[in-house]
């Protein structure tokens, strides 16, 4: 295991060594998505930024438990998340549909979308609406260490009275005084005795839908408690890397972090990982300025910025080109020439299998490795360690062209690297290949399982017929033999 990983740190604003609590496990908390419409691709840079921490992990030998949860109610439309309606039942009403409807719908257009661009599932993915019971106990909690006050049915949490123990600013570096002097003024209808406070239970009106009993009132959980409640069942009260997006930083990490600090006085994970927005002219991709493209219409080139269509590998190399932290601008441009430096590599990489090697070697490829290591060790360096892997892509193309020799040892930790760092590491894969083979590929499955009736191994090809039924495919047998189709 490689031991010498640093992570940039919000908490502390540095580059720390990465030491896991209990090696080798790590536990990984990121914030999901709010599924009440399309995912746009904004969103998808940043759980494929965490894909690639978690693929990095995984490589260099953490077990990692990976949580991503899906909030299925409880945020609200304010700026905190917890004024105004609530997102996904204000969708309800316009579709005119049950709210969990909704949920279903767009929780399975998100795992769609993840699985097009290569996203690996977490190990849990658990919903705010599954933790009703976990988030009232920990109200319970915090309301118990004097740390939050009921106004008619709703619990708020005392920002003023938690920052004169503890440091409300710990995570945004924002004074209190600041905090409050930049918010705008209660409302007059507002129960909030602060202007920082933020709802953790909220009654239910009587015209909203997703409700559930309390010691309080009929009602709902608060956005931020969500993820306090399920880090720590999942993860524990302490555990190694909370992740989100940057914009979910000054509000949402910071209260969660308070909500935990009030009840277990324990701040919950050690590195906080924040991911950077792709942005559109400078300007945040983001639903409401209505500047976002789905994921749909970037692979069409169906939309009005747009010259083409890409394929979902391209649009994930474009995003890997940047760095996590750093914003990332889309163009035209830009994604042309990801598109021809995707397809470099993955020439490289359907270049080497037919390579030969050479007695002598007139390259070293295990520094190069190393190389490759260093780049993501810094920070998860994708963009350097693109650079790193062009530079195997050109060694690939001399020795095909005879212009450089390698040897058996050299050729080997070469393709090793490839396929480690463009496959595991970066889950880039070949679509085109996938495309053309799949029928050869099914053809050969469906001859394995002929000779295994032929044999009268019916539990082969029942398990060969039923394992192609569950992925979608379905085999006809008739006289001229067996013939395959997409159910
Ligand atoms: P939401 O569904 O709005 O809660 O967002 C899900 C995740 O996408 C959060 O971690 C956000 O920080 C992230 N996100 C939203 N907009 C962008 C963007 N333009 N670029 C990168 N990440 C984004
Ligand atoms: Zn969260």
């Known amino acids: 295991m ?83 309606e609530d997102k996904i039942e204000k969708k309800a009403k316009l579709a005119q549909l049950e709210p969990m409807e909704i949920v279903q719908k767009y929780t399975v257009d998100f795992h769609d979308t993840m699985q097009v661009f290569n996203v690996l599932p977490p190990s849990i993915e658990p919903t705010a609406t599954g933790h009703i019971i976990e988030q009232i106990e920990l109200v319970k909690q915090i309301l118990a260490a004097g740390f939050a006050y009921e106004v008619n049915g709703s619990i708020y949490f005392d920002v003023e009275r938690y920052n004169k123990t503890h440091d409300y600013g710990i995570l945004n570096r924002r004074n209190l005084e600041d905090l409050i002097n930049n918010t705008r003024d209660l409302g007059g209808q ?70 935990n600090i009030a009840s277990c006085n324990k701040i919950p994970a050690n590195y906080w990982i924040h991911t950077n927005m792709l942005t559109v002219n400078g300007q945040k991709m983001s639903k409401s300025l209505g500047n976002s493209f789905l994921p749909q219409q970037l692979f069409t080139g169906n939309h009005s910025l747009l ?4 394929s979902p590998m391209t649009v994930r190399f474009f995003m890997l080109q940047a760095h996590y932290r750093s914003t990332l601008d889309f163009s035209n441009e830009a994604m042309e020439a990801s598109e021809k430096g995707f397809k470099r590599l993955m020439n490289a990489l359907a270049l080497l299998d037919g390579l030969k090697a050479s007695a002598t070697s007139e390259v070293e490829v295990a520094i190069l490795r190393q190389r490759c290591y260093d780049a993501m060790n810094d920070d998860f360096n994708s963009p350097v360690l693109i ?40 889950g880039l894969k070949n679509e085109q290949a996938a495309n053309n083979d799949l029928p050869k590929v099914l053809d050969m499955i469906v001859n394995l399982r002929n000779e295994a009736k032929s044999n009268k191994d019916y539990a082969t090809s029942d398990k060969i ?5 569950e992925i979608g495919f379905q085999l006809m047998d008739g006289k001229e033999g067996t013939n395959w189709s997409k159910i």
């Open 307 to 310: 010259n083409k269509g890409y």
């Open 387 to 426: 650079a790193e892997l062009f530079e195997a892509a050109r060694i690939v193309n001399s020795v095909k062209d005879g212009k450089l020799k390698i040897d058996a040892e050299n050729l080997a930790i070469l393709g090793q690297l490839m396929h480690d760092f463009v496959e595991n590491v970066l």
């Open 2 to 84: 490689e031991q010498n990983l640093f992570v940039y740190n919000t908490l502390s604003r540095k580059k720390e060594q990465f030491e896991p609590l209990s090696a080798p496990h790590v536990g990984m908390y990121v914030c999901g998505p709010t599924v009440y419409s399309d995912v746009h691709l904004g969103n998808c840079r940043t759980f494929i930024s965490f894909d690639l921490v978690f693929r990095y992990l995984t490589h260099i030998g953490y077990k990692v438990r990976y949580v991503r949860n899906v909030t299925d109610a409880g945020h609200l439309e304010g700026d905190a998340g917890d004024e105004g």
């Open 190 to 259: 507002d129960e909030k005795l602060g202007k920082l406070d933020f709802a953790l239970w909220i009654k239910a009106k009587p015209e909203h839908l997703m409700k559930w009993p309390s010691p309080w009132s009929l009602g709902f959980p608060g956005w931020h408690l969500e993820c306090s409640a399920m880090s720590n069942k999942y993860l524990g009260k302490q555990f190694d890397i909370h992740g989100g997006g940057i914009d979910l930083m000054p509000t949402h990490h910071t209260n969660e972090i308070a909500q």
């Open 465 to 469: 017929r039923n394992g192609l039924q």
